[in-house]
């Protein structure tokens, strides 16, 4: 089954440095990637996605990036402010074969913190 | 539009019990995933529900089961809890398969077994 493993497990940026997050996926037949924000106690929401035909997306502040080749995949905040601070998963999925983009393969979490 | 929707919120449940925990997809979605969130182990895929048929499994016991209705909405049922199934159940939906489908996260219900 796909493994996808997400680095840093914590990050500590000043207010209005970027921060950035690396995942690697194992499955090379996954094509979504999506990421999510968790503030505490909430539930994941979903701020950006890619799909295996693109290398780039970007949302305002927010970026990702995929490496099909490499299978790796990064999250890029630029001019964080203190309302990022939050758990981030990277995850994984593929939409062939009886499967769905829902069923996602999460990373371990990166905890932001962005202090003022 | 309303959310995806999960009931209860909260519950404390003892060893050996069972549970049912509830969900309401968004309006139009067919599919309904649960994932469950356990401290320090991040967000685990359990059961994924389509059309009313069971659709994929994760890595779980039998004891994890669950259904899905003809409105859509579904219900994840636990048996014989133990301790280490403590955590938050999420409950996500989706238009379904095919390209370019998002899924969209309840607020969950969080589970103490005691």
């Known amino acids: 089954g796909e493994n996808v493993e997400q680095h840093p497990s914590t990050l500590s940026v000043q207010e209005g440095d970027s921060a950035v997050i690396k995942c690697t996926y194992s499955?090379?037949?996954?094509?979504?990637f999506p990421w999510y924000k968790q503030e505490l106690g909430k539930r994941p929401q979903l701020i950006i996605d890619?799909?295996?035909?693109?290398g780039e997306k970007k949302d305002q502040r927010i970026a990702v990036t995929l490496n099909k080749t490499a299978k790796h995949f990064s999250l890029h905040i630029t001019e964080t402010q203190p309302e990022d601070s939050a758990v981030y998963f990277c995850?994984?999925?593929?939409?062939?074969?009886?499967?769905?983009?829902?069923?996602?393969?999460f990373g371990q979490g990166t905890i932001l913190t962005v202090h003022p | 539009e309303a959310g995806v929707t999960q009931s209860p919120t909260h519950l404390i449940k003892t060893r050996g019990q069972q549970v049912t925990l509830r969900c309401s997809p968004i309006?139009?979605?067919?599919?309904v995933y649960w994932y469950q969130q356990a401290l320090g182990l991040g967000l685990q895929f359990l059961l994924w529900?389509?059309?009313?048929?069971?659709?994929n499994r994760g890595n779980f016991p039998p004891r994890f089961s669950g259904r899905q209705f003809p409105n859509y909405s579904s219900e994840l049922n636990v048996n014989a809890l133990e301790l280490e199934d403590s955590a938050l159940y999420l409950c996500?939906?989706?238009?379904?398969?095919?390209?370019?489908?998002?899924?969209?996260f309840g607020e969950g219900s969080w589970l103490t077994v005691v």
């Open positions: 996500a939906s989706s238009t379904g398969q095919g390209y370019g489908n998002t899924i969209y």
């Open positions: 499955d090379s037949a996954s094509n979504y």
């Open positions: 890619i799909r295996s035909n693109v």
């Open positions: 995850a994984a999925s593929q939409n062939a074969g009886g499967t769905s983009y829902g069923k996602l393969t």
């Open positions: 309006s139009g979605h067919t599919s």
């Open positions: 529900y389509d059309e009313g048929e069971e659709r």
